[in-house]
């Protein structure tokens, strides 16, 4: 891991302590706030673009992947399957 990675995740720790602590003391929107950066350092952290990120909202948004008819709109589109690899 790369120096810089290594301060971006003790940031990430830091804020997620800020955030529950804004939590605990009913600062929710917040809160909110910096769940967003916590979003963006972790897309940074693992190297994950925002079109990446937006192809798979897209995804989520759509109707269950194991209806056919999704399946056949989702071919229509040409837009491919998100696959989770670990």
Do not use: F, Y
Not at 12 to 33: F, H, I, M, Y
Not at 46 to 71: F, H, Q, T, V, Y
Request: proline content about 2%; hydrophobic content about 40%.
């Amino acid at each position: 891991m790369h120096n810089s990675d290594e301060q971006l995740l003790a940031i990430l720790a830091t804020l997620e302590e800020c955030r529950d602590a804004l939590r605990l003391d009913g600062w929710s929107d917040t809160a909110q706030l910096v769940s967003v950066a916590l979003l963006d350092l972790r897309m940074k952290i693992n190297r994950i673009g925002d079109a990446e990120l937006k192809a798979l909202c897209e995804e989520i948004m759509l109707p269950d992947a194991s209806d056919e008819s999704s399946r056949d709109e989702r071919a229509q589109r040409g837009r491919p399957l998100l696959r989770v690899v670990k």
